[in-house]
T-cell receptor, first 115, second 116 residues
Framework: DTGVSQDPRHKITKRGQNVTFRCDPI?????LYWYRQTLGQGPEFLTY????????KSRLLSDRFSAERPKGSFSTLEIQRTEQGDSAMYLC?????????????FGPGTRLTVL | GDSVTQMEGPVTLSEEAFLTINCTYT??????LFWYVQYPGEGLQLLLK?????DKGSNKGFEATYRKETTSFHLEKGSVQVSDSAVYFC???????????????FGKGTKLSVKP
């Protein structure tokens, strides 16, 4: 069990550029979640997948954001035309699709800075 | 909608002091409750959880009891150490008329600093 991994750990980009983050969940976990955390706040839910199906999206996930999990394993989160307000830590989490589905395990996060 | 409110920090304690971090919640259904900890420069780690009323979660000397009557899940530790310095987040599993949605709802976090 290697835990949830995220890549890159840090990303600096200029406003208007597109960025893509990757998340690799714990191997036997069917559920995968994306959250955003800004300074001094708790994580806020963005979206989650069960296998390859995207089952829920938050209103925070604007049209510029898109997430995929094409083979039910790793996931990508893309932000198009980045804005300074997108600067945040993007967290990925996974959980099993069992009785313990509520228990989510988090990766180290990707810190995005939009200049 | 569902929400979590936790005491604002920062909290500064001396080593071996007693710790309480208050957390209350609002939920329409029957959520599970969690405490996560974030050490400096690291990701969120699950500290403990409770899935139903009167359950007590415990780990590493920390405890929290799911109190449905007061809608609370306060975190306690009898004797804190310098290594406990971190940000602590209370969270609940989102509910939808008694069922669990996919998301966790977090409080804003409480920063704890323990001085030697």
């Amino acid at each position: 069990d290697t835990g949830v991994s995220q890549d890159p750990r840090h990303k600096i980009t200029k406003r208007g550029q597109n960025v893509t983050f990757r998340c690799d969940p714990i191997s036997e976990h069917n559920r995968l979640y994306w959250y955003r955390q800004t300074l001094g706040q708790g994580p806020e839910f963005l979206t989650y997948f069960q296998n390859e199906a995207q089952l829920e999206k938050s209103r925070l996930l604007s049209d510029r954001f898109s997430a995929e999990r094409p083979k039910g394993s790793f996931s990508t989160l893309e932000i198009q035309r980045t804005e300074q307000g997108d600067s945040a830590m993007y967290l990925c989490a996974s959980s099993p699709d069992t009785f313990y589905r509520d228990t989510q395990y988090f990766g180290p996060g990707t810190r995005l800075t939009v200049l | 909608g569902d929400s979590v409110t936790q005491m604002e920090g920062p909290v500064t304690l001396s080593e071996e002091a007693f710790l309480t971090i208050n957390c209350t919640y609002t939920a329409t259904g029957y959520p599970s409750l969690f405490w996560y900890v974030q050490y400096p420069g690291e990701g969120l780690q699950l500290l403990l959880k409770a899935t139903k009323a009167d359950d007590k979660g415990s780990n590493k000397g920390f405890e929290a009891t799911y109190r449905k009557e007061t809608t609370s899940f306060h975190l306690e530790k009898g004797s804190v150490q310098v290594s406990d310095s971190a940000v602590y987040f209370c969270a609940l599993s989102g509910t939808n008329y008694g069922g669990s949605q996919g998301n966790l709802i977090f409080g804003k976090g409480t920063k704890l600093s323990v001085k030697p």
